[in-house]
């Protein structure tokens, strides 16, 4: 199987997960969009009544086009099922998100939900987080004061930015820079705190203590449900 359809199996079995009445939290990325595809054909042929929340613009505007009633978050408390992919996952299931730059609305949309189903192929398995880049979603406002800071604390990274070259805009307005590291990390949690600290980081990519069942797609088509 290539990785497409490692994507696409893990959000088609994802999409079986979901019943009726609920609400749904819609991840953002390739994977996520392979979840809302098939999400939306189940509610096409099945009638399934459900309502969604987007966890970035583009997978509102996916869902809307095929139809799924999209509710507004500032309306709710809870999520009763969020499906989203994910860049890193270690074996206790902590993650690193963000690569679609979405990973401050997907952590809000992670925290208030019942149960964040994660679905990756198994390119996204590694033995400790590190390994990609850390999105660390940072305020334009004193942004290379932030940088700054950040790189004191032995950090290293770029700002993200737009294929033709323009500074990255999230959702929110907001820039993101990538970090990378040299190494796999020893304690995460210790990262995620330092960073965390600096006035003008609004989110790190670090999700920890979030994912519930874990599907994973392999290359010879098997999946696995983690719980
Ligand atoms: C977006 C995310 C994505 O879930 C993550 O980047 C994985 O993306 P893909 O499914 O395209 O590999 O965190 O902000």
Do not use: C
């Amino acid at each position: 199987m290539s990785t497409q359809e490692m994507k696409q199996a893990v959000g088609n079995a994802a999409a079986k997960l979901v019943e009726k009445g609920m609400v749904v939290g819609l991840g953002t990325g390739s994977t996520a969009s392979y979840f809302i595809a098939a999400l939306i054909k189940r509610y096409q042929e099945e009638n399934l009544s459900i309502h969604a929340v987007a966890s970035s613009k583009h997978s509102f505007d996916l869902a809307h086009q095929g139809g799924i009633p999209l509710l507004d978050i500032d309306a709710l408390t809870s999520i009763d099922l969020t499906v989203d992919g994910a860049d890193e996952i270690d074996p206790s299931k902590q993650m690193i998100k963000g690569g679609g730059g979405a990973l401050l609305r997907e952590k809000i949309v992670a925290h208030m939900s019942h149960e964040m189903v994660v679905i990756v192929d198994e390119t996204k398995l590694v033995p400790a987080l590190g390994k990609s880049l850390l999105p660390v979603e940072i305020l334009p406002f004193a942004h290379t004061a932030t940088r700054h800071h950040i790189e004191k604390l032995g950090y290293r990274g770029s700002w993200r930015q737009t294929k033709k070259g323009d500074t990255y805009l999230t959702d929110n307005g907001n820039y993101i820079f990538d970090i990378h590291f040299s190494h796999l990390l020893d304690n995460p949690r210790n990262d995620e705190k330092a960073i965390s600290s600096i006035p003008g980081v609004v989110e790190t990519g670090f999700f920890f203590d979030l994912a519930g069942r874990v599907i994973v797609g392999f290359a010879d088509g098997q999946i696995i449900i983690k719980k």
